[in-house]
């Protein structure tokens, strides 16, 4: 009874989306298994982050503090688990900058998700998350970003954007931006669409005789693509994108 008392609920902003029965045969302590990060003053750290694995919940939880004039730059793919789960908390120093390049695949009935909250406390500093999600299946895909932007944080720059791709009947997708803002000069934007493969492109490339599965592979590609395009490091964008192609392979 304990146990279940300790586990997140859907009444958790945070938990609105996910799968709760996959949490049932979780121990407790998962919940409080953070990775913390810290990126010193001046400097760069990069992460590519694979969210795999069958059954039940498969979850990466990380708190990362980004100092004055740093970057921390995450490439991350969710794709395993009944739950499958990415969570980041990110704190900005002055001048510090965050990127996420996120993609969520998954059908059947599984539930893949990422949950960022960014904390813009200091002026001057940028991020800027991109999410990507495909689904099929009953599969669900979720984004929930939050962002706070404290009273001294002049001058933040903060954007989210999320496409959800649906390449099934009965798969479903949700995004859920929360903006907090206490500054008065500051950028901050996000935009969410969902839809499915485009007909017209889809005409175009079958005129000129393309297979259907090599049109919705190239289709796919390109939209996931998106999510890699502001990654700075070359190596890893094709790695992120190399990844979730082949667990696409693996579906067809």
Same mark, same amino acid.
């Given at each position: 009874?304990?146990?279940?008392?300790?586990?997140? !609920? /859907?009444?958790?902003?945070?938990?609105?989306?996910?799968?709760?029965?996959?949490?049932? *045969?979780?121990?407790?302590?998962?919940?409080? @298994?953070?990775? *913390?990060?810290?990126?010193?003053?001046?400097? !760069?750290?990069?992460?590519?982050?694979?969210? *795999?694995? %069958?059954?039940?919940?498969?979850?990466?939880?990380?708190?990362?503090?980004?100092?004055?004039?740093?970057?921390?730059?995450?490439?991350?793919?969710?794709?395993?688990?009944?739950?499958? /789960?990415?969570?980041?908390?990110?704190? &900005?120093?002055?001048?510090?900058?965050? %990127?996420?390049?996120?993609?969520?695949?998954?059908?059947?009935?599984?539930?893949?998700?990422?949950?960022?909250?960014?904390?813009?406390?200091?002026?001057?500093?940028?991020?800027?998350?991109?999410?990507?999600?495909?689904?099929?299946?009953?599969?669900?895909?979720?984004?929930?970003?939050?962002?706070?932007?404290?009273? $001294?944080?002049?001058?933040? *720059?903060?954007?989210?954007?999320?496409?959800?791709?649906?390449?099934?009947?009965? @798969?479903?997708?949700?995004?859920?931006?929360?903006? %907090?803002?206490?500054?008065?000069?500051? #950028?901050?934007?996000?935009?969410?669409?969902?839809?499915? &493969? $485009? %007909?017209?492109?889809?005409?175009?490339?079958?005129?000129?005789?393309?297979?259907?599965?090599?049109?919705?592979?190239? &289709?796919?590609? @390109?939209?996931?693509?998106? @999510?890699? /395009?502001?990654?700075? $490091?070359?190596?890893? /964008?094709? !790695?992120? &994108?190399?990844?979730?192609?082949? #667990?696409?392979?693996?579906?067809?």
């Amino acid at each position: 009874m304990t146990d279940s008392i300790l586990l997140p !609920t /859907r009444k958790d902003e945070a938990w609105r989306y996910s799968d709760i029965d996959a949490l049932q *045969d979780s121990a407790p302590e998962t919940f409080e @298994a953070w990775e *913390d990060v810290r990126v010193a003053k001046g400097e !760069t750290w990069r992460d590519l982050i694979i969210v *795999d694995g %069958e059954e039940g919940l498969q979850m990466r939880r990380l708190r990362i503090a980004i100092e004055e004039g740093a970057r921390a730059e995450i490439a991350a793919l969710v794709a395993g688990g009944q739950l499958g /789960r990415l969570e980041v908390v990110v704190t &900005l120093a002055e001048g510090a900058h965050f %990127e996420l390049g996120g993609i969520t695949l998954g059908g059947g009935d599984t539930t893949r998700e990422i949950v960022t909250r960014l904390a813009h406390e200091k002026p001057d500093a940028t991020s800027n998350q991109t999410v990507r999600s495909v689904h099929w299946g009953k599969g669900t895909g979720n984004f929930l970003g939050r962002i706070d932007v404290a009273r $001294d944080a002049q001058k933040t *720059d903060a954007a989210q954007s999320f496409k959800g791709l649906l390449l099934e009947k009965g @798969a479903s997708v949700n995004s859920v931006p929360q903006l %907090e803002i206490y500054a008065d000069d500051v #950028k901050c934007a996000h935009g969410a669409t969902v839809g499915q &493969l $485009d %007909e017209s492109a889809r005409f175009y490339m079958a005129a000129r005789g393309l297979p259907p599965e090599t049109i919705r592979r190239l &289709l796919v590609q @390109a939209f996931i693509g998106d @999510a890699t /395009r502001e990654l700075a $490091d070359e190596a890893t /964008r094709e !790695t992120l &994108l190399e990844k979730a192609l082949a #667990k696409l392979e693996e579906r067809a």
